[in-house]
């Protein structure tokens, strides 16, 4: 069984440029969410993918988006960085999308610096 | 909105002693879980322990169990022999029934230090 993979592991950007994360869920799992994660501070949730749709979105603006693709894997595109967004971005997939009370299996993160 | 606290950056133990850390919830909902993971240093957070919300008996798993206290919103986590194997940061998790089941809300999380 293939656990949860995100590239790139570091990257630096300058403020204004653009970023595009990408993940690839576990083996059998349909459904992506995206997480924040802050120095210091737990994960706060962007957004979830089912089905190739967003299904669920957290206080984050519209310059944070994603795509998620026939195979499950995810996007997260991040436009205009901006200072704050240097945090590590975690990737989670799940089974099925709701109610079930099912574990997060998350990736080991993709560390943004934005200078 | 739905918050989780954990008022306890830091914590330590000797190993093979017990340590319980805290972890309290604000929600207007009767039926959710309650999660607690954990994330060693540059490695992934893994699921420790599940509790759903209308069950009263308290979840546990191998050397971890947990404090479910419904009524104060309380859901602290007790591991017992500690071993160095356990240093990691906790987060404590809340998530809603019945909603995306990524759509999860975390504490601010503790670190945990084992001494040999």
């Known amino acids: 069984e293939t656990g949860v993979t995100q590239s790139p592991t570091h990257l630096i950007k300058t403020r204004g440029q653009q970023v595009t994360l990408r993940c690839s869920s576990q083996?059998?799992?349909?459904?992506v969410s995206w997480y924040q994660q802050a120095l210091g501070q737990g994960p706060q949730f962007i957004f979830q993918y089912y089905r190739e749709e967003e299904n669920g979105r957290g206080n984050f603006p519209p310059r944070f988006s994603g795509l998620q693709f026939p195979n499950y894997s995810s996007e997260l595109n991040v436009n205009a960085l901006e200072l704050d967004d240097s945090a590590l971005y975690l990737c989670?997939?799940?089974?099925?999308?709701?109610?079930?009370?099912?574990?997060?299996?998350f990736g080991e993160g993709s560390r943004l610096t934005v200078l | 909105a739905q918050t989780v606290t954990q008022s306890q950056p830091e914590m330590s133990v000797q190993e093979a002693e017990t340590v319980t850390l805290s972890c309290t919830y604000d929600?207007?909902?009767?039926?959710?879980?309650l999660f607690w993971y954990k994330q060693p240093p540059s490695r992934q957070m893994i699921l420790v322990i599940r509790?759903?919300?209308?069950?009263?008996q308290n979840a546990t798993e191998n050397r971890f169990s947990v404090n479910f206290q419904k009524a104060a919103k309380s859901f602290s986590l007790k591991i017992s022999d500690s071993q160095l194997g356990d240093a990691a940061m906790y987060f404590c998790?809340?998530?809603?029934?019945?909603?995306?089941?990524?759509?999860?809300?975390f504490g601010d999380g503790t670190t945990l230090t084992v001494k040999p």
């Open positions: 083996s059998g799992h349909n459904t």
């Open positions: 998790a809340y998530r809603k029934h019945n909603t995306n089941a990524g759509k999860s809300t």
């Open positions: 929600t207007s909902e009767s039926d959710y879980y």
């Open positions: 989670a997939s799940s089974s099925p999308p709701r109610g079930s009370g099912g574990e997060l299996f």
């Open positions: 509790q759903e919300a209308y069950k009263q």
